[in-house]
């Protein structure tokens, strides 16, 4: 049989090669476009060790995909190439980068922005606290206002241990330092009646 010119031919050529019938080819591109509306059968698959495959047009990807008619009428076509776009590699500029920021309350220092790892000055929005980080650690390691973390951190331990203890640990306490000796350490809470008080990161 030559080269098959039209679809009918194709499908005539297909069924021929595979010792199928119209109705089995016909039922195949049925369960295909169940799966997928745009896939078609478009030829042979590869036929590696007699294999009765047929070559499949994804129609979801630019690939082609070889599968078997048992394959095909279990419904078993789903496409499995990635598609998710490769990750472009963004290449920032200092506007990006502020107006990135800018949404995390995160003001850019900077007036120029060289790559990823580069030291860049910070201020916070909320805080007003400057700190240096790479453009790295804040866009795609999240890292924020050490002090706002610090300060959120010891809220949470505030809470953890408040529910421990079963009574207040407040911070405007009339003690502010507790001192042994030489040392004086910050109280981040204190409890006067029940003499507990609490640092959160203090000297070790
Ligand atoms: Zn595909
Ligand atoms: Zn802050």
Known sequence: MSKPKTE????????EKRKITEDEFKKMTHELQ???PDAKIIGLGNGRNGA???KVDCGKCDKTHDFMMETILDGNT???????KRKVKTTYTID?????AKKRD????????????ENMSWQCLICSNKWGATWNNIHNHGSGCPKCVSYYNEEKTRLMLEILCGFKLPKDSSVKFLCFDTRCIELDGYNVKEKVAFEYNGPV
């Open 8 to 15: 009918a031919d194709l499908i005539k050529y297909i069924c």
């Open 34 to 36: 169940k799966i997928n």
């Open 52 to 54: 009765k495959n047929f």
């Open 78 to 84: 789903r496409c499995k190439t990635n598609n998710t």
């Open 96 to 100: 990006m980068v502020t107006e990135i």
């Open 106 to 117: 995160i003001l850019a220092l900077n007036d120029t922005y060289k790559n990823v790892r």
